[in-house]
């Protein structure tokens, strides 16, 4: 499994776009990054998905660069409502056994 | 509505007591998994399914049994609940474990209490 690492905690101003990126190292052919958004005492929430390059939702975009080692999950104009935590992922499809490992997360905290 | 439910929300229970905490999903999902939360340690696996009659542990699965008889339901026992279970236990499920992923939908969340 492809170990991610991510800061700990952000802060950001209303308004402003948000930058988290994941570092995954050692992510293999068959791997999905996936980030998900967590408020307090719910469960986490699907946000974006991808392989590689650039992937855009109507939340938020997913930068992945040609080596594939790191993503940049992108929140445009982030509002107070945005301030959760926030998971990457990488996925790996395929048969056999699957696991869906969740780090520490990112805590993004959005300042008025 | 699409969703993962989880029941019940809270159970405050004695040590011991065997209990059951049940998840149904209405999306025809294949893949459903519980995990655990608890502060400074994140979201844990305790067990998933890959299908129904499928079933394999997840990171964190001693003291804790799963089914999976039918493709909707995935309950959660706990045989012989131990104070160091309680903690935030979500379920969730996925279209698919083995094609494309479409992401993970989770329940509300059960608050358990072992005392």
């Known amino acids: 499994l492809a170990k991610t690492t991510q800061p700990i905690s952000m802060d950001s101003y209303e308004g402003q776009e948000v930058n988290i990126t994941c570092s995954h190292n050692n992510i293999a052919t068959n791997d999905y990054i996936t980030w998900y958004q967590q408020f307090p005492s719910q469960g986490p929430r699907f946000i974006i998905q991808g392989y590689k390059t650039k992937v855009t939702n109507e939340v938020a975009s997913l930068f992945i660069p040609a080596d594939r080692k790191s993503s940049t999950l992108s929140l445009p104009r982030v509002s107070l409502s945005d301030t959760a935590v926030y998971y990457c992922?990488?996925?790996?499809?395929?048969?056999?056994?699957?696991?869906?490992?969740f780090g520490k997360g990112t805590k993004l905290s959005v300042i008025p | 509505e699409a969703q993962v439910t989880q029941n019940p929300r809270y159970l405050i229970t004695v040590t011991g007591k065997k209990l059951t905490v049940t998840c149904s999903q209405n999306?025809?999902?294949?893949?459903m998994s519980w995990y655990r939360q608890d502060p400074g340690l994140g979201l844990r696996q305790i067990y998933y399914s890959m299908n129904v009659e499928v079933t394999d542990k997840g990171d964190v699965p001693e003291g804790y049994k799963v089914s999976r008889k039918e493709k909707r339901n995935f309950p959660l026992i706990l045989e012989s609940p131990s104070p160091n279970q309680t903690s935030l236990y979500f379920c969730?499920?996925?279209?698919?474990?083995?094609?494309?992923?479409?992401?993970?939908?989770f329940g509300s969340g059960t608050r358990l209490t072992v005392v």
């Open positions: 992922l990488v996925v790996t499809l395929g048969a056999g056994s699957y696991q869906l490992t």
């Open positions: 999306m025809n999902h294949e893949y």
């Open positions: 969730a499920s996925s279209l698919s474990a083995t094609r494309k992923n479409y992401g993970y939908t």
